[in-house]
Structure formats: structure tokens, C-alpha cells
């Protein structure tokens, strides 16, 4: 049994076949998974599918890129959402130094506002970042996001920093790229990090795994994950599929 901690089932990408890809989901043993909202389209189309599956969750955040067009009325419009019974999170939320569409000053102000809210309503954050993981951190420590904690979401960077997070309470979650071949960083992070604190996810559809890269991705391919997991770390895919599964039900606090 496998739990995805991050899918974007409700993306255009999936609207000519969801049904099947969800079905593809559970036969490869995917149970659980949380779909990331990130925008106006995405976040209500996120609890919809939560509300229509049994153990689908969402969580609802605003995307780093997108960071420009957020407003009193989008943060007010989170912090109503937070309190319906399928979100269990709030994010995705953080920083991207990739695309310019934001500025980095306008970035971090949105992000701190979000975490600001996810303390309030004591809830578990789900971090985006791309090239940023100092700024990210150092506004993590200084907004005390350790209160609530929270997903490194398909962590990417230097094992060095892990450390860091999890001093604050996160989890570590490796999605397709520890598959890939070239892909040192990741594969060193899956070696590390300790069992109680990892996590799966695909990120679909971006990011397929190995041998399936470049194509759409899938929540059925999160177990190439925990397989590439096992094999790295010497231990059996049962194990990391157990240990990621129990990991995810704890921070979302589910039963
Ligand atoms: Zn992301
Ligand atoms: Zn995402």
C-alpha cells in the first residue's frame, strides 16, 4: 500500500482520462494520496476530487510563481478552506527563484503570510522550492514554522540542508529524480534521511520516473520511487512503503 503525498490529479493534463488514471492508482497499490491546489483553478478542483474518493486528501496553498496576483482575498479565501474536513495541509507554498513572473521580495512576503495563517490554524505546510532552499529555511526558522511542520516536497537539493529541516519538524519527500540515472543529490538524500521522517510522491504529471521519464506522470508510478528508495537504502520496498505511509498518516494527522 503506497500513500503519494503530492499529485496533481487536478491539473487540465488528467481531464481526458482521470477515471482511469485513478484506477491505474489503486491497482498498483496507491490508497492515499493529497492533491496540491495551487491557484483559483486548481484549489477548488482539489477538494472535489477529495470529497469524491475515499482517503483522497487536498491541500490548498498558492504557488511561489503566482505569488504577484495573491491578496487579502485569497488569504482569507485559505484560511475558510482550511477548516473543511479533507484538507490536511496548507501549501504548495515557498519560493522560486526559477521563473521571474513574481519578484523574490513579493515571494517572500506571500510565503510568510501563509505561514503565518498555517500556524494559526495549526497545520502542516507543504514547501515548493527551486533554487532557494537558504531563503526558504532561514523564513521557516524565523516564522517558527517548526509549530506546525511540515513536507520538503520532492526535496532536490544537498543533503546539507536536510539536517535543517528536520531540526524544524519536516519530512523529506523524494519524488521521480531519485530515479533518474544521472541524479546524485537525491539518491544521496534517500540514503540519509531518516526512515521516520521520508516520504513518497510523484508530482504528477510532471517529473515521471525512471523508465518513464519525459512522459505524463502518474500516481501509479510512486511505487518506481519506493522501489529506487529500497534499493539505495538496502531494505526491502514493503518497508518503504510501510514506513513512507505511516510517516504521511502522522503528519496529516489521519487515523
Ligand atoms: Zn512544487
Ligand atoms: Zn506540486
Known amino acids: 500500500m503506497l500513500f503519494d503525498t503530492h499529485v496533481h490529479l487536478n491539473v487540465r493534463q488528467f481531464d481526458q482520462d482521470r477515471e482511469e488514471v485513478i484506477?491505474?492508482?489503486k491497482e498498483a497499490g496507491v490508497t492515499h494520496m493529497v492533491i496540491v491546489g495551487f491557484d483559483?483553478?486548481?484549489i477548488p478542483k482539489a477538494i472535489e476530487l477529495a470529497e469524491t474518493y475515499e482517503?483522497?486528501?487536498?491541500?490548498?496553498?498558492w504557488h511561489p510563481v503566482d505569488a504577484i496576483d495573491f491578496t487579502e482575498k485569497e488569504l482569507k479565501w485559505l484560511e475558510e478552506l482550511a477548516s473543511h474536513p479533507k484538507v490536511v495541509a496548507l501549501g504548495e507554498m515557498g519560493l522560486d527563484y526559477h521563473w521571474d513572473k513574481s519578484p523574490h521580495d513579493v515571494q517572500k512576503e506571500?510565503?510568510?503570510?501563509?505561514?503565518?495563517?498555517?500556524?494559526?490554524?495549526?497545520?502542516?505546510?507543504?514547501?515548493?522550492?527551486?533554487?532557494?532552499?537558504?531563503d526558504i529555511i532561514k523564513i521557516l526558522q524565523e516564522e517558527q514554522a517548526s509549530e506546525v511542520g511540515?513536507?520538503?516536497?520532492?526535496?532536490?537539493?544537498?543533503?546539507i540542508y536536510v539536517p535543517a529541516c528536520l531540526d524544524m519538524n519536516f519530512y523529506i519527500s523524494l519524488g521521480g529524480p531519485v530515479t533518474f540515472k544521472n541524479a546524485k543529490l537525491p539518491k544521496e538524500v534517500a540514503k540519509m534521511v531518516p526512515l521516520d521522517r521520508l516520504l513518497i510522491e510523484t508530482d504528477c504529471p510532471f517529473?515521471?520516473?525512471?523508465?518513464?521519464?519525459?512522459?505524463?506522470?502518474?500516481?501509479?508510478?510512486?511505487?518506481?520511487?519506493?522501489?529506487?528508495?529500497?534499493?539505495l537504502r538496502g531494505i526491502s520496498a514493503e518497508e518503504v512503503q510501510e514506513a513512507t505511509r505511516k510517516n504521511a498518516h502522522h503528519l496529516f494527522r489521519l487515523s
Open 150 to 159: 511540515g513536507i520538503m516536497h520532492c526535496y532536490n537539493d544537498d543533503p
Open 110 to 134: 506571500v510565503f510568510r503570510k501563509q505561514i503565518r495563517l498555517a500556524r494559526e490554524v495549526n497545520m502542516p505546510i507543504i514547501i515548493h522550492n527551486r533554487e532557494a532552499t537558504e
Open 23 to 25: 484506477e491505474r492508482a
Open 207 to 231: 517529473l515521471a520516473p525512471h523508465p518513464n521519464r519525459g512522459k505524463r506522470n502518474e500516481p501509479a508510478y510512486v511505487a518506481l520511487v519506493a522501489d529506487q528508495i529500497a534499493t
Open 40 to 42: 483559483h483553478e486548481t
Open 55 to 61: 482517503h483522497f486528501y487536498a491541500a490548498v496553498g
